[in-house]
Protein backbone atom coordinates (compact mmCIF):
# COMPACT_ATOMS: atom_id res chain seq x y z
CA UNK A 1 0.00 0.00 0.00
CA UNK A 2 2.83 2.37 0.73
CA UNK A 3 4.39 1.94 -2.86
CA UNK A 4 1.32 2.57 -4.32
CA UNK A 5 0.62 5.47 -2.69
CA UNK A 6 4.49 6.82 -3.26
CA UNK A 7 4.17 6.08 -7.23
CA UNK A 8 0.79 7.94 -6.45
CA UNK A 9 2.70 10.76 -5.25
CA UNK A 10 4.95 10.66 -7.71
CA UNK A 11 3.09 10.73 -10.23
CA UNK A 12 1.47 14.21 -8.59
CA UNK A 13 4.52 15.88 -8.24
CA UNK A 14 5.42 15.14 -11.74
CA UNK A 15 2.33 16.24 -13.44
CA UNK A 16 2.79 19.60 -11.40
CA UNK A 17 6.35 20.48 -12.34
CA UNK A 18 5.30 19.86 -16.36
CA UNK A 19 1.78 21.80 -16.03
CA UNK A 20 4.35 24.75 -14.24
CA UNK A 21 6.90 24.48 -16.89
CA UNK A 22 4.19 24.38 -19.80
CA UNK A 23 2.52 27.58 -18.04
CA UNK A 24 5.83 29.40 -17.61
CA UNK A 25 6.93 28.48 -21.71
CA UNK A 26 3.44 29.69 -22.64
CA UNK A 27 3.80 33.33 -20.78
CA UNK A 28 7.19 33.82 -21.97
CA UNK A 29 5.36 33.08 -25.61
CA UNK A 30 2.88 35.03 -25.07
CA UNK A 31 5.05 38.19 -23.58
CA UNK A 32 7.23 38.06 -26.52
CA UNK A 33 4.50 38.11 -29.22
CA UNK A 34 3.24 40.72 -27.10
CA UNK A 35 6.65 42.98 -26.83
CA UNK A 36 7.36 42.04 -30.50
CA UNK A 37 3.89 43.84 -31.61
CA UNK A 38 4.69 46.76 -29.38
CA UNK A 39 8.00 46.92 -31.26
CA UNK A 40 6.62 46.78 -34.71
CA UNK A 41 4.37 49.61 -33.53
CA UNK A 42 7.06 52.20 -32.73
CA UNK A 43 9.64 51.79 -35.57
CA UNK A 44 8.59 53.99 -38.51
CA UNK A 45 9.27 52.53 -42.48
CA UNK A 46 9.05 49.24 -41.25
CA UNK A 47 7.85 46.24 -43.19
CA UNK A 48 5.49 43.17 -41.74
CA UNK A 49 5.50 40.34 -43.92
CA UNK A 50 3.96 36.99 -43.42
CA UNK A 51 5.16 33.87 -44.58
CA UNK A 52 2.99 31.75 -46.49
CA UNK A 53 2.31 27.63 -46.09
CA UNK A 54 3.50 26.30 -49.57
CA UNK A 55 5.01 23.41 -50.79
CA UNK A 56 6.68 25.26 -53.24
CA UNK A 57 11.04 25.45 -53.94
CA UNK A 58 11.95 27.87 -51.77
CA UNK A 59 14.49 28.61 -54.58
CA UNK A 60 14.20 27.49 -58.25
CA UNK A 61 17.92 28.50 -59.11
CA UNK A 62 20.03 26.01 -56.91
CA UNK A 63 19.88 23.20 -55.13
CA UNK A 64 19.59 24.60 -51.42
CA UNK A 65 22.74 24.06 -49.12
CA UNK A 66 23.38 25.79 -45.57
CA UNK A 67 26.71 26.22 -44.25
CA UNK A 68 27.79 27.12 -40.34
CA UNK A 69 31.29 28.94 -40.04
CA UNK A 70 33.08 28.70 -36.91
CA UNK A 71 35.14 31.84 -37.65
CA UNK A 72 36.97 31.77 -34.19
CA UNK A 73 36.71 30.20 -30.45
CA UNK A 74 38.04 32.07 -27.62
CA UNK A 75 38.29 30.37 -23.94
CA UNK A 76 37.35 32.96 -21.32
CA UNK A 77 37.93 30.68 -18.20
CA UNK A 78 40.26 27.67 -17.05
CA UNK A 79 38.97 24.73 -19.66
CA UNK A 80 41.15 22.04 -19.07
CA UNK A 81 43.22 21.54 -15.53
CA UNK A 82 46.02 20.03 -16.68
CA UNK A 83 47.06 22.51 -19.42
CA UNK A 84 45.83 24.35 -22.44
CA UNK A 85 42.32 23.34 -23.88
CA UNK A 86 42.13 20.49 -27.09
CA UNK A 87 38.87 22.29 -28.90
CA UNK A 88 36.64 20.84 -31.32
CA UNK A 89 33.06 21.48 -32.63
CA UNK A 90 30.00 19.65 -33.04
CA UNK A 91 27.63 21.39 -35.46
CA UNK A 92 23.95 19.80 -35.88
CA UNK A 93 22.37 20.54 -39.32
CA UNK A 94 18.94 18.95 -39.12
CA UNK A 95 19.44 15.49 -38.70
CA UNK A 96 23.33 15.77 -39.60
CA UNK A 97 26.05 15.82 -37.55
CA UNK A 98 29.82 17.37 -38.05
CA UNK A 99 32.61 17.40 -36.23
CA UNK A 100 35.71 19.45 -36.70
CA UNK A 101 39.23 18.15 -36.08
CA UNK A 102 40.31 18.98 -32.70
CA UNK A 103 42.75 22.07 -32.36
CA UNK A 104 45.15 21.16 -29.70
CA UNK A 105 46.60 23.22 -26.74
CA UNK A 106 45.24 26.39 -28.16
CA UNK A 107 43.37 28.98 -25.56
CA UNK A 108 42.26 31.01 -28.79
CA UNK A 109 41.92 29.05 -32.18
CA UNK A 110 41.94 31.67 -35.22
CA UNK A 111 41.71 28.92 -38.23
CA UNK A 112 37.69 29.05 -40.30
CA UNK A 113 35.85 25.62 -39.87
CA UNK A 114 32.74 25.14 -41.99
CA UNK A 115 30.00 22.34 -42.34
CA UNK A 116 27.55 22.40 -45.13
CA UNK A 117 24.63 20.30 -45.37
CA UNK A 118 21.94 19.50 -48.51
CA UNK A 119 18.71 20.65 -46.86
CA UNK A 120 14.81 20.39 -48.30
CA UNK A 121 13.88 23.25 -50.48
CA UNK A 122 10.36 23.01 -49.70
CA UNK A 123 10.84 23.47 -45.84
CA UNK A 124 11.40 27.10 -44.91
CA UNK A 125 13.66 26.34 -42.03
CA UNK A 126 16.54 24.47 -40.87
CA UNK A 127 17.37 23.40 -37.72
CA UNK A 128 20.74 23.49 -36.06
CA UNK A 129 22.56 23.32 -32.80
CA UNK A 130 26.39 24.22 -31.97
CA UNK A 131 28.64 22.59 -29.47
CA UNK A 132 32.04 23.22 -28.42
CA UNK A 133 33.98 20.29 -26.68
CA UNK A 134 36.66 19.90 -24.84
CA UNK A 135 38.89 17.07 -25.35
CA UNK A 136 39.71 15.18 -22.36
CA UNK A 137 41.05 11.95 -21.12
CA UNK A 138 38.16 9.35 -20.28
CA UNK A 139 35.42 12.03 -21.00
CA UNK A 140 35.34 15.08 -22.93
CA UNK A 141 33.67 18.15 -21.72
CA UNK A 142 31.05 20.34 -23.09
CA UNK A 143 31.99 24.05 -22.67
CA UNK A 144 29.35 26.99 -22.04
CA UNK A 145 28.27 29.09 -25.00
CA UNK A 146 24.52 29.42 -23.68
CA UNK A 147 22.83 32.13 -21.63
CA UNK A 148 20.59 29.59 -20.32
CA UNK A 149 16.88 29.83 -19.54
CA UNK A 150 13.78 29.86 -18.34
CA UNK A 151 13.27 25.95 -18.52
CA UNK A 152 17.25 24.60 -18.77
CA UNK A 153 19.03 26.36 -16.61
CA UNK A 154 22.18 24.27 -17.21
CA UNK A 155 22.31 24.23 -20.77
CA UNK A 156 25.40 24.93 -22.59
CA UNK A 157 25.12 24.23 -26.06
CA UNK A 158 23.01 26.53 -28.84
CA UNK A 159 20.36 26.15 -30.43
CA UNK A 160 19.18 27.77 -33.75
CA UNK A 161 16.65 27.88 -36.32
CA UNK A 162 18.08 29.17 -39.80
CA UNK A 163 14.75 30.76 -41.60
CA UNK A 164 15.59 30.01 -45.92
CA UNK A 165 13.49 32.50 -47.38
CA UNK A 166 15.19 35.66 -45.39
CA UNK A 167 18.82 33.96 -44.67
CA UNK A 168 18.03 34.72 -40.75
CA UNK A 169 18.34 32.61 -37.99
CA UNK A 170 16.45 33.01 -34.57
CA UNK A 171 16.99 31.04 -31.14
CA UNK A 172 19.47 30.88 -28.43
CA UNK A 173 20.89 33.91 -30.87
CA UNK A 174 19.42 36.34 -32.79
CA UNK A 175 18.51 40.34 -33.95
CA UNK A 176 16.19 42.60 -31.81
CA UNK A 177 16.74 46.08 -32.08
CA UNK A 178 14.90 47.59 -28.34
CA UNK A 179 17.54 47.46 -26.43
CA UNK A 180 15.48 45.78 -23.57
CA UNK A 181 15.02 42.75 -24.98
CA UNK A 182 18.51 42.28 -27.47
CA UNK A 183 20.73 39.45 -27.71
CA UNK A 184 23.62 41.12 -25.16
CA UNK A 185 26.38 39.19 -27.10
CA UNK A 186 25.51 39.92 -30.31
CA UNK A 187 24.42 38.03 -33.70
CA UNK A 188 26.48 35.98 -34.31
CA UNK A 189 28.87 35.82 -31.25
CA UNK A 190 27.93 32.68 -28.33
CA UNK A 191 28.93 34.04 -24.79
CA UNK A 192 29.20 31.47 -22.03
CA UNK A 193 29.08 34.22 -19.79
CA UNK A 194 25.82 35.48 -20.28
CA UNK A 195 24.55 33.19 -17.80
CA UNK A 196 26.61 35.19 -15.16
CA UNK A 197 29.42 32.99 -14.62
CA UNK A 198 32.04 35.03 -15.70
CA UNK A 199 33.77 34.77 -11.89
CA UNK A 200 33.36 31.44 -11.67
CA UNK A 201 34.87 27.96 -13.10
CA UNK A 202 32.15 27.31 -16.04
CA UNK A 203 34.23 26.49 -19.37
CA UNK A 204 32.79 29.66 -20.36
CA UNK A 205 34.16 29.94 -23.84
CA UNK A 206 33.45 32.37 -27.00
CA UNK A 207 32.13 31.73 -30.31
CA UNK A 208 32.49 33.80 -33.54
CA UNK A 209 30.17 31.64 -36.76
CA UNK A 210 28.31 32.69 -39.05
CA UNK A 211 25.16 30.50 -41.27
CA UNK A 212 24.67 31.20 -44.89
CA UNK A 213 22.84 29.65 -47.87
CA UNK A 214 24.12 29.23 -51.43
CA UNK A 215 23.06 32.24 -53.30
CA UNK A 216 22.55 32.64 -57.33
CA UNK A 217 23.91 36.02 -57.44
CA UNK A 218 25.95 35.30 -54.65
CA UNK A 219 25.00 39.20 -53.07
CA UNK A 220 23.89 36.70 -50.00
CA UNK A 221 20.23 37.77 -50.07
CA UNK A 222 18.12 34.79 -50.34
CA UNK A 223 16.00 34.28 -53.55
CA UNK A 224 12.73 34.69 -51.66
CA UNK A 225 13.48 37.69 -49.88
CA UNK A 226 14.27 39.56 -53.48
CA UNK A 227 11.39 38.11 -55.17
CA UNK A 228 8.59 38.88 -52.52
CA UNK A 229 10.07 41.81 -50.48
CA UNK A 230 12.92 43.49 -52.42
CA UNK A 231 11.64 43.51 -55.62
CA UNK A 232 14.92 43.17 -56.86
CA UNK A 233 16.67 40.57 -59.46
CA UNK A 234 17.60 37.33 -57.72
CA UNK A 235 20.08 36.44 -60.96
CA UNK A 236 21.68 39.78 -60.45
CA UNK A 237 24.41 40.63 -57.47
CA UNK A 238 22.78 43.36 -55.95
CA UNK A 239 25.67 44.04 -53.42
CA UNK A 240 26.69 48.04 -52.67
CA UNK A 241 23.82 49.29 -54.37
CA UNK A 242 22.04 52.33 -52.14
CA UNK A 243 18.48 53.07 -53.44
CA UNK A 244 17.30 55.07 -50.52
CA UNK A 245 20.53 57.37 -50.30
CA UNK A 246 20.80 56.70 -46.19
CA UNK A 247 24.79 55.65 -46.64
CA UNK A 248 24.59 51.96 -46.27
CA UNK A 249 24.13 49.25 -49.12
CA UNK A 250 21.41 47.17 -49.46
CA UNK A 251 23.32 43.95 -48.09
CA UNK A 252 24.25 45.68 -44.67
CA UNK A 253 20.43 46.93 -44.38
CA UNK A 254 19.44 43.54 -45.06
CA UNK A 255 21.82 41.35 -42.61
CA UNK A 256 21.13 43.91 -39.66
CA UNK A 257 17.49 45.19 -40.14
CA UNK A 258 15.31 41.81 -40.14
CA UNK A 259 13.30 40.32 -37.39
CA UNK A 260 12.03 37.11 -37.23
CA UNK A 261 9.74 35.17 -35.29
CA UNK A 262 7.59 32.49 -34.99
CA UNK A 263 3.74 32.88 -34.23
CA UNK A 264 2.59 30.51 -32.13
CA UNK A 265 -1.11 31.52 -31.84
CA UNK A 266 -1.08 31.45 -36.16
CA UNK A 267 1.56 28.86 -36.57
CA UNK A 268 3.39 31.30 -39.39
CA UNK A 269 7.00 32.50 -38.90
CA UNK A 270 7.37 36.58 -39.42
CA UNK A 271 9.44 38.72 -40.86
CA UNK A 272 9.81 42.67 -40.16
CA UNK A 273 12.21 44.69 -41.60
CA UNK A 274 13.14 47.34 -39.52
CA UNK A 275 16.08 48.61 -41.73
CA UNK A 276 14.60 48.31 -45.31
CA UNK A 277 16.65 49.35 -48.56
CA UNK A 278 14.39 50.97 -49.85
CA UNK A 279 13.47 53.29 -47.29
CA UNK A 280 15.40 56.10 -46.10
CA UNK A 281 16.85 55.39 -42.07
CA UNK A 282 18.30 58.34 -40.26
CA UNK A 283 21.75 56.19 -40.02
CA UNK A 284 23.98 58.81 -39.76
CA UNK A 285 22.42 59.45 -36.10
CA UNK A 286 21.46 55.66 -34.92
CA UNK A 287 23.83 54.37 -33.03
CA UNK A 288 21.33 51.74 -30.93
CA UNK A 289 24.22 49.93 -29.19
CA UNK A 290 24.87 53.23 -27.61
CA UNK A 291 28.42 52.92 -27.94
CA UNK A 292 29.64 56.18 -30.10
CA UNK A 293 29.79 54.33 -33.59
CA UNK A 294 26.70 55.76 -35.66
CA UNK A 295 24.90 52.87 -38.14
CA UNK A 296 27.34 53.89 -41.15
CA UNK A 297 30.25 53.78 -39.11
CA UNK A 298 29.48 50.38 -37.55
CA UNK A 299 29.05 49.76 -42.14
CA UNK A 300 32.54 50.81 -42.37
CA UNK A 301 34.14 48.46 -39.85
CA UNK A 302 32.22 45.99 -40.69
CA UNK A 303 34.84 43.54 -42.17
CA UNK A 304 36.50 43.69 -38.44
CA UNK A 305 33.07 42.34 -36.81
CA UNK A 306 30.89 45.54 -35.82
CA UNK A 307 27.65 44.92 -34.85
CA UNK A 308 25.02 47.74 -34.34
CA UNK A 309 23.31 45.87 -31.66
CA UNK A 310 26.40 45.00 -29.50
CA UNK A 311 29.02 47.77 -28.47
CA UNK A 312 32.14 48.05 -29.74
CA UNK A 313 35.96 50.01 -28.63
CA UNK A 314 38.48 50.27 -31.47
CA UNK A 315 41.52 51.49 -30.18
CA UNK A 316 44.90 52.30 -32.52
CA UNK A 317 48.18 51.35 -30.96
CA UNK A 318 51.36 52.60 -31.87
CA UNK A 319 54.41 51.34 -30.91
CA UNK A 320 57.87 53.12 -30.12
CA UNK A 321 60.58 51.16 -31.96
CA UNK A 322 63.60 50.04 -30.28
CA UNK A 323 66.76 51.83 -28.95
CA UNK A 324 70.34 52.68 -30.30
CA UNK A 325 71.76 51.72 -27.00
CA UNK A 326 69.65 48.39 -26.54
CA UNK A 327 66.76 49.94 -25.12
CA UNK A 328 63.81 47.20 -25.86
CA UNK A 329 61.21 48.25 -28.43
CA UNK A 330 57.78 49.31 -26.08
CA UNK A 331 55.57 46.51 -27.18
CA UNK A 332 52.51 45.63 -25.78
CA UNK A 333 52.56 42.06 -26.43
CA UNK A 334 50.32 39.18 -28.25
CA UNK A 335 49.67 38.05 -24.46
CA UNK A 336 48.63 41.59 -23.43
CA UNK A 337 46.49 42.09 -26.26
CA UNK A 338 44.41 38.91 -25.38
CA UNK A 339 44.10 39.64 -21.71
CA UNK A 340 42.66 42.96 -22.77
CA UNK A 341 40.14 41.55 -24.94
CA UNK A 342 39.48 38.80 -23.00
CA UNK A 343 38.11 40.73 -20.31
CA UNK A 344 36.00 43.10 -22.30
CA UNK A 345 34.57 39.93 -24.22
CA UNK A 346 33.33 39.11 -21.29
CA UNK A 347 31.38 41.96 -20.37
CA UNK A 348 29.97 41.61 -24.33
CA UNK A 349 31.93 44.70 -25.80
CA UNK A 350 33.83 43.59 -28.65
CA UNK A 351 37.53 45.44 -28.36
CA UNK A 352 39.37 45.96 -31.15
CA UNK A 353 43.09 47.07 -31.22
CA UNK A 354 44.73 48.05 -34.45
CA UNK A 355 48.19 47.16 -34.75
CA UNK A 356 48.00 47.10 -38.26
CA UNK A 357 45.60 45.07 -38.97
CA UNK A 358 43.31 48.11 -39.77
CA UNK A 359 45.47 51.23 -40.99
CA UNK A 360 47.46 52.26 -37.69
CA UNK A 361 49.74 50.43 -35.76
CA UNK A 362 52.96 52.55 -36.80
CA UNK A 363 56.11 52.09 -35.52
CA UNK A 364 56.96 55.42 -33.81
CA UNK A 365 61.00 56.47 -33.88
CA UNK A 366 63.13 56.24 -30.56
CA UNK A 367 62.99 59.03 -27.84
CA UNK A 368 64.29 58.33 -24.80
CA UNK A 369 62.37 60.78 -23.02
CA UNK A 370 59.18 62.32 -25.05
CA UNK A 371 58.21 65.44 -23.44
CA UNK A 372 54.52 65.26 -22.29
CA UNK A 373 54.09 68.59 -24.68
CA UNK A 374 55.12 66.76 -27.76
CA UNK A 375 52.34 63.62 -27.51
CA UNK A 376 50.01 65.89 -29.12
CA UNK A 377 52.24 66.50 -32.42
CA UNK A 378 52.52 62.67 -32.22
CA UNK A 379 49.05 62.24 -32.10
CA UNK A 380 48.34 64.69 -35.48
CA UNK A 381 51.19 63.04 -37.38
CA UNK A 382 50.34 59.34 -36.67
CA UNK A 383 46.88 58.94 -35.71
CA UNK A 384 45.43 62.19 -37.48
CA UNK A 385 48.20 61.77 -40.66
CA UNK A 386 47.52 65.89 -40.55
CA UNK A 387 44.52 65.62 -41.05
CA UNK A 388 42.02 67.86 -38.94
CA UNK A 389 38.73 66.28 -39.66
CA UNK A 390 40.23 62.26 -40.36
CA UNK A 391 36.61 59.92 -39.58
CA UNK A 392 39.39 58.04 -37.16
CA UNK A 393 39.22 60.82 -34.56
CA UNK A 394 35.31 59.60 -34.13
CA UNK A 395 35.61 56.10 -34.26
CA UNK A 396 39.36 54.97 -32.50
CA UNK A 397 41.09 56.05 -29.11
CA UNK A 398 44.83 56.28 -29.10
CA UNK A 399 46.37 54.84 -26.86
CA UNK A 400 50.68 54.43 -27.95
CA UNK A 401 53.64 52.86 -26.22
CA UNK A 402 56.34 54.84 -25.67
CA UNK A 403 59.70 54.49 -23.60
CA UNK A 404 59.87 57.18 -21.36
CA UNK A 405 57.07 59.65 -20.83
CA UNK A 406 57.46 60.78 -17.27
CA UNK A 407 54.90 58.52 -15.90
CA UNK A 408 53.34 55.17 -16.30
CA UNK A 409 50.90 56.45 -18.14
CA UNK A 410 48.21 59.34 -18.44
CA UNK A 411 45.71 60.91 -21.09
CA UNK A 412 47.12 63.38 -22.61
CA UNK A 413 45.25 66.73 -23.92
CA UNK A 414 44.64 67.61 -27.69
CA UNK A 415 44.23 71.06 -29.46
CA UNK A 416 41.02 69.72 -30.61
CA UNK A 417 39.28 68.28 -27.17
CA UNK A 418 39.47 64.70 -28.07
CA UNK A 419 39.30 62.64 -24.80
CA UNK A 420 40.62 59.75 -26.41
CA UNK A 421 44.26 59.88 -26.53
CA UNK A 422 46.41 57.80 -23.67
CA UNK A 423 50.26 57.02 -22.98
CA UNK A 424 52.09 53.60 -21.11
CA UNK A 425 56.06 54.45 -20.26
CA UNK A 426 57.61 50.47 -21.30
CA UNK A 427 60.34 52.21 -18.72
CA UNK A 428 58.65 52.66 -15.94
CA UNK A 429 55.88 49.90 -16.49
CA UNK A 430 59.28 47.20 -16.31
CA UNK A 431 60.93 49.40 -13.45
CA UNK A 432 57.91 49.12 -11.03
CA UNK A 433 57.40 45.51 -11.92
CA UNK A 434 59.96 43.10 -12.27
CA UNK A 435 58.79 40.03 -13.91
CA UNK A 436 59.53 36.72 -12.92
CA UNK A 437 57.72 35.55 -16.17
CA UNK A 438 56.05 36.14 -19.26
CA UNK A 439 52.53 36.17 -18.44
CA UNK A 440 53.24 38.85 -15.11
CA UNK A 441 54.96 41.05 -17.75
CA UNK A 442 51.68 40.77 -20.08
CA UNK A 443 49.84 41.23 -17.00
CA UNK A 444 51.25 44.28 -15.75
CA UNK A 445 51.18 45.84 -19.48
CA UNK A 446 47.45 44.98 -19.99
CA UNK A 447 46.75 46.38 -16.39
CA UNK A 448 48.15 49.93 -16.91
CA UNK A 449 46.91 50.11 -20.89
CA UNK A 450 43.42 49.35 -19.53
CA UNK A 451 43.57 51.87 -16.80
CA UNK A 452 44.51 54.39 -19.40
CA UNK A 453 41.61 52.99 -21.64
CA UNK A 454 39.05 53.43 -18.40
CA UNK A 455 39.78 56.92 -18.42
CA UNK A 456 38.48 57.79 -21.80
CA UNK A 457 35.50 55.29 -21.09
CA UNK A 458 34.67 57.85 -18.00
CA UNK A 459 34.84 55.89 -15.24
CA UNK A 460 34.94 57.63 -12.41
CA UNK A 461 37.28 56.66 -9.41
CA UNK A 462 35.83 56.36 -5.67
CA UNK A 463 39.04 57.08 -3.84
CA UNK A 464 41.21 54.28 -5.37
CA UNK A 465 43.61 56.60 -7.00
CA UNK A 466 44.85 58.39 -4.37
CA UNK A 467 49.12 57.85 -4.24
CA UNK A 468 51.11 59.49 -1.44
CA UNK A 469 54.41 58.11 -2.83
CA UNK A 470 54.67 56.61 0.83
CA UNK A 471 54.64 52.64 1.16
CA UNK A 472 52.98 52.98 4.75
CA UNK A 473 50.34 55.75 3.75
CA UNK A 474 49.63 54.66 0.25
CA UNK A 475 48.99 50.85 2.02
CA UNK A 476 47.00 52.65 5.00
CA UNK A 477 44.52 54.36 2.40
CA UNK A 478 44.41 51.60 -0.12
CA UNK A 479 43.01 49.02 2.46
CA UNK A 480 40.14 50.97 2.57
CA UNK A 481 39.58 50.57 -0.88
CA UNK A 482 40.44 46.49 -0.89
CA UNK A 483 36.64 45.90 -1.93
CA UNK A 484 37.17 48.20 -5.56
CA UNK A 485 38.86 45.69 -7.41
CA UNK A 486 39.67 47.37 -10.42
CA UNK A 487 42.77 48.34 -12.59
CA UNK A 488 41.63 51.71 -11.78
CA UNK A 489 42.29 51.55 -8.38
CA UNK A 490 46.63 51.91 -8.41
CA UNK A 491 46.58 48.98 -5.17
CA UNK A 492 45.63 46.48 -8.56
CA UNK A 493 47.18 48.72 -10.97
CA UNK A 494 50.03 46.05 -12.61
CA UNK A 495 48.35 42.45 -11.22
CA UNK A 496 44.61 43.14 -12.52
CA UNK A 497 43.03 43.24 -15.91
CA UNK A 498 39.49 43.99 -14.92
CA UNK A 499 37.29 46.64 -14.08
CA UNK A 500 35.01 46.05 -10.72
CA UNK A 501 31.39 45.51 -11.23
CA UNK A 502 30.32 46.84 -7.84
CA UNK A 503 29.42 43.73 -5.95
CA UNK A 504 31.97 43.52 -3.31
CA UNK A 505 30.14 46.44 -0.90
CA UNK A 506 31.27 48.99 1.16
CA UNK A 507 34.16 51.19 -1.16
CA UNK A 508 33.40 49.22 -4.33
CA UNK A 509 32.28 50.64 -7.35
CA UNK A 510 30.59 49.46 -10.81
CA UNK A 511 32.62 50.47 -13.38
CA UNK A 512 31.16 47.84 -16.09
CA UNK A 513 28.14 49.49 -15.70
CA UNK A 514 29.23 53.00 -15.52
CA UNK A 515 31.03 53.20 -18.80
CA UNK A 516 30.58 55.94 -21.27
CA UNK A 517 31.95 55.03 -24.44
CA UNK A 518 30.88 57.98 -26.45
CA UNK A 519 32.93 60.22 -23.74
CA UNK A 520 36.69 60.04 -25.56
CA UNK A 521 34.88 61.76 -29.04
CA UNK A 522 35.18 64.95 -26.77
CA UNK A 523 34.02 68.24 -29.32
CA UNK A 524 33.85 65.58 -32.18
CA UNK A 525 30.19 64.86 -31.05
CA UNK A 526 28.89 68.18 -30.88
Not at 233 to 253: A, L, M
Not at 402 to 424: K, L, R
Amino acid sequence: MKIKQKILLLTIVCFLLISVNVSALKISIDSTQNETKRLINSIDNGLLVISNKDDKNIDPLVDLEVTVTIKEIRALDKINILGKPDFYVKVFINDEVFKSKTWRNQKYVNESWSATADVNDTIENVSIKIQLWDKYPLLDKLCDLSENNEIFRAKRDVELEYNLKTGHWTGDDFIYPDSAWTDFSGYGRLNGCDDNSMYQRDRDCLVLFDITQNDYDGDGIPYWTEVNVYGTDPEVDDTGRDDDNDGVPIEWEHKWGNLIWYNWHQGTYEFYWFYHPFEAEDHEHLDPDNDGLNNIEEYLMSEWGTDPFRRDIFVELDQMEAGPNGEPASYLGEGAKDMLRDAFDKQNIFLHIDDGCMGGGEWIPFDEDLDRDELPQIYQDYFLHGGKNNWRRGVFHYGIVIYWGGYAGFVFDTEDSYWGAFQISSKRVDDKHKFPGEKRRDTAYASVYMHELGHTLNIYIPGGHQQFNSFILDWIYWTKFLAYKSCMNYGYTYRLVDYSDGSRGRNDHDDWSNLDLKSFQGAWAD
